[in-house]
């Protein structure tokens, strides 16, 4: 599954679908057939061949038959603001603020609500006061879920180091919420730094002179 939603210029339906055989489901299980011959199956039907999502280098491509209505548009839904639960407040420079969901900034960032301003903005952990029990459950649970995935090759095999560096940085994320997500080495020893860190020195190395 894909960490973001993909845009209607990646939707692939008929013969834009890039490939010489899909996987069409036909309602028993995955069947391997030539596009061509999907294509015509799902034209008998009225409807088209879609593919379940966006091309993925070399594979087949897992296909459906929809109706796809064209020109092609989202469907659509109203957009409902969340209502602001003053239980989730927590101490900031101005007084008491209300954390209102995700920054959809960088990994780690919360969306918080500041009633004396009028204004909303985002916030770390560490720029986070005292809160109530009500936003400590919320933001171990938010960082939970923005958790980066661990590290792994082209097979989608990890390394054992790079596991346990991950871990490591992960252990420190929920304590934090904080998230760099690059490269970086310690000036002391040269060590690769975690990419949990800004820092230019290694926790080994954090407090010497």
């Known amino acids: 599954m894909s960490d973001r ?14 490939a010489a055989e899909v996987y069409l489901d036909s309602g028993t299980g995955l069947e ?6 999907a294509i015509a199956l799902a034209h008998e039907r009225g409807a088209n061949l879609v593919a379940w999502c966006p091309p993925d280098g070399e594979a087949t491509p897992s296909c459906v038959v929809a109706k796809v209505s064209q020109p ?4 659509q839904a109203p957009l409902d603001e969340p209502a602001l ?35 909303g903005y985002n916030v770390s952990r560490p ?6 029990d009500e936003a400590r ?18 097979d989608g095999e990890p390394d054992e180091a ?7 940085a992960l252990a420190r994320f929920r304590r ?5 997500g690059r490269w970086g080495t310690c000036q002391v020893c040269g060590c690769v730094l975690l990419p949990d860190t800004a820092d230019n020195r290694c926790h080994q190395h954090s407090a010497a002179d």
């Open 127 to 132: 720029g986070m006061g005292a809160m109530s």
């Open 72 to 75: 092609l548009r989202w469907e």
């Open 5 to 18: 939603m993909w845009s209607l210029a990646e939707f692939r339906f008929d013969e834009a679908i890039e």
């Open 32 to 37: 391997l057939m030539a596009r061509d011959e």
């Open 176 to 180: 934090t919420g904080s998230w760099y």
């Open 137 to 154: 459950y919320f933001v171990a649970g938010f960082l939970a879920g923005n958790e980066p995935r661990y590290p792994a090759d082209v």
């Open 162 to 168: 790079d596991l346990s560096a991950w871990r490591a």
């Open 85 to 119: 639960d003053e239980r989730l407040w927590f101490e900031a420079p101005c007084g008491r603020d209300v954390l209102v969901g995700n920054g959809h900034t960088f990994t780690g960032r919360m969306a918080a609500w500041c009633p004396h301003e009028g204004v």
